[in-house]
């Protein structure tokens, strides 16, 4: 290899960096997929075809929360690998700093972020769901039933929600104010056209008080009724049936339940998890970049490799734990998620522009 060509040690280092980067995220996400399917054997009472349907949804789900992970353990390898061959010596020889070497493993791994975020718009982010009927024993229903919410200034009951055909079969909507009923819509049937629900056939009963008290109400039968405008299929099922949401739906729930003055807490929990948090990895990237010996005569190899996994281990289990108290409503969203992850790049990037060039 010749260092002297200028774009030959970016082109090497992402060549190296991608190889360990996918060994190792494909190694982890199958070896995940492959324990769950073993713990799970027993209550996959299906056919063989959809077993190996469950385990492309659970490698799918693996992949999902692992890449954080794969990122920085690619470093540490790519890393040691580089010191430990002596390779790294030799790029300082020719020139080339800290920040010039950290720059092609940053790219891959900002590129690899962008990619598990562009996965999470789609039906990516719902494998899990997918993997749970399949374990559930439950092809072909995904029926939500019993379903009661509120909705702007009116209170929704909805006897079943089928979101793949995304209709609503039965549907009351009601107005209370104080201990009145002023009003009720009924309909044996909604259907979603994409950005608001149709009720179909309808009946509006109003009531009318007088004196505070109910005196008559007056029938209506309407043929078409619009309402529950923003509320998706996906987006009522994961607020009533904890489902996963991807970023997309995550954020247009954000948005409603903020209209209603209805606590968000959970879908910001969610939001911040698969945009946010993940963010820890390429910030700890830096850090052990850094910090790592670049000499083997100054490494104790086994003494490193602990260490790091230690670390990244450590940070990820706190993470985890913070993102799960904010999902609880323990603590705000924004100080589980954003606060933490702002503090690692606050150090990261400490470390960046006060580390000296000079070989450690």
Known sequence: MSLLNPSLHFRYLVKLYSKNLLSILFGLSFAFAAIDYFQHLQKLDVASNYQILYIFYMWQEALGLLYPLAIVF?????????????????????GYDKKRLFLPLFTVSTLTYFIFLTLHTTEFSYAKDKAEFLLENRLGTYDVNDLFFKYNDTFVYITKLDPIEKKIKDITIFKVEGYQVRYTINAPLATFDGEIWTAHDATLKTHIYENGELKRYTVEHKERIETLEGYKPKIIESLYEGKALNIRDAYMTWELLYKQNLSSDKIRASFYDKVVVPLFSMALLLILFFKLPFHAR????GGVIALSLGVTFGIWGILFGLSQM?????????LTAILPIVLLWAYAMYIYFTEERSLL
């Open 326 to 334: 904010g999902a609880n409503g323990v603590l705000l969203p924004e």
């Open 74 to 94: 690619a470093l540490i390898m790519t890393k040691l690998s580089l010191v430990k061959n002596n390779t790294m010596g030799a790029f300082h020889a020719f």
């Open 298 to 301: 100054m490494m104790n190899m």
